[in-house]
């Protein structure tokens, strides 16, 4: 009879950690359904990261010297960064690389290369251009996703040719 009762007792553990488990694995699940896709969240942090590389990019063309230009290179590092992630989540062939990224990060660094020294009037200039030509990529990069986290091909696109034109600034600005 005790016997019996311990398996009966085993029978019931078992079932309950069964029961306790599955539980466990629905609430997970659903927890899951119930947020956001997480390459729709890293879109949204790169997003973010292109918006504040926008403001800083606005300020700099009022910069003074290469010093008050590391809040826009620390901003084009982080955009950069995380757009490349994305990316990788997407795939080169949905989701366009963004090449300007890097171009104007080197070009921040060959302005400031020589330590802090005022900013020549041609390289503010230069500056406020760039801060026009993200303006536009800035736009496609905002209407890239749909709802449902996909990237629309026409919005690639349009990322593209604005991220060529900005490029192909920094080209030419960086030449000598």
Partial sequence: MKQRRRKWFMYAIVAVVVLWSAL????LSEREK???PADKMLYQVAYFQMELLGSH?????????TDQLNALR???YSASY???HLVKVY???RLARLESLSGLLQYLLRLQVGGTRP???????MLAEASKRYAGLFEAYGKLMNDGGR??????SALKAADTAFAALLDRKQQP
């Fill in 151 to 156: 990237v629309i091909g026409s919005q690639n």
């Fill in 24 to 27: 466990q694995v629905a609430e």
């Fill in 74 to 76: 620390q901003a084009v």
């Fill in 34 to 36: 119930a947020g956001e």
């Fill in 119 to 125: 900013l020549k009037a041609e390289e503010q200039a």
């Fill in 57 to 65: 990019l606005a300020e700099s063309a009022r910069a003074r010297d």
């Fill in 91 to 93: 795939g080169k062939e």
């Fill in 82 to 84: 995380t757009h490349e």
